[in-house]
């Protein structure tokens, strides 16, 4: 059911990259530069994190084949790893960690940090990957696909709004409304985690009961 892939496809990826939360982030590595170059880190960013999650959709189902590892198994490995940031996001530990490696990556590669840590790993991090991966694994038809392609192109369209607005937003929600806004975030993201363990672990069974 294409309506259905778009609307799990679009909230995990929207969740898992989490544009909002990423702000504060994109605000403290960019603080200091005009804002036609905050633009362009942000244009850079989010054009390496798109191709970065292109090419994972591209090659990752034939990677998996390739490889002789199965849609459901990787459905549950996948929703295990996206429970695991959700955990991060709900306890609070995942900002702290991208803030750190933000900062460090800032002392080393001033020029660069559109490319890192921005497109990688804060956007296009282990859980977008694992998130496109699987995705891509359900993605049964060309129609799914290109759902999926455009989906991709959407989230990192606004995360680009996101990043040229940081600023304003993380002014607006406070601290304590970036802290309530990443742990309902999180409990989005496990429970979508979950239900990809669900569906993979019910593949496997069967409807007869049986182990395949």
């Not at 991060?88 to 750190?100: A, F, I, N, P």
């Not at 129609?143 to 455009?150: A, K, Q, S």
């Not at 304590?176 to 990443?182: C, K």
């Not at 429970?191 to 990809?196: K, R």
Request: hydrophobic residues 60%; glycine residues 10%; contains cysteine.
């Amino acid at each position: 059911m294409p309506f259905d892939y778009l609307v799990s496809a679009l909230v995990t990826l929207l969740v898992v990259v989490d544009p909002i939360g990423l702000a504060p982030v994109f605000a403290g590595l960019t603080a200091g530069l005009p804002p036609k170059a905050q633009r362009q880190v942000a244009q850079r960013a989010c054009l390496i994190a798109g191709a970065v999650l292109f090419g994972t959709a591209l090659i990752g189902d034939a990677l998996l084949r390739s490889l002789g590892i199965g849609a459901p198994a990787f459905e549950i490995a996948g929703g295990l790893l996206l429970f695991l940031v959700a955990t991060e996001m709900v306890l609070g530990t995942r900002l702290q960690q991208q803030s750190k490696t933000a900062e460090q990556a800032v002392e080393d590669h001033v020029r660069n940090i559109a490319a890192f840590p921005i497109a990688i790993p804060l956007m296009a991090g282990p859980g977008a990957i694992a998130a496109t991966v699987l995705l891509s694994a359900a993605a049964y038809s060309t129609v799914l696909w290109v759902l999926l392609i455009l989906v991709i192109a959407a989230v990192c369209g606004a995360t680009f709004l996101v990043f040229v607005s940081a600023s304003e937003i993380s002014r607006f929600l406070g601290i304590t409304g970036n802290v309530v806004l990443s742990r309902l975030l999180g409990m989005i993201l496990a429970a979508l985690a979950v239900q990809y363990v669900i569906d993979g672990i019910r593949v496997v069974i069967g409807p007869g009961g049986g182990v395949h």
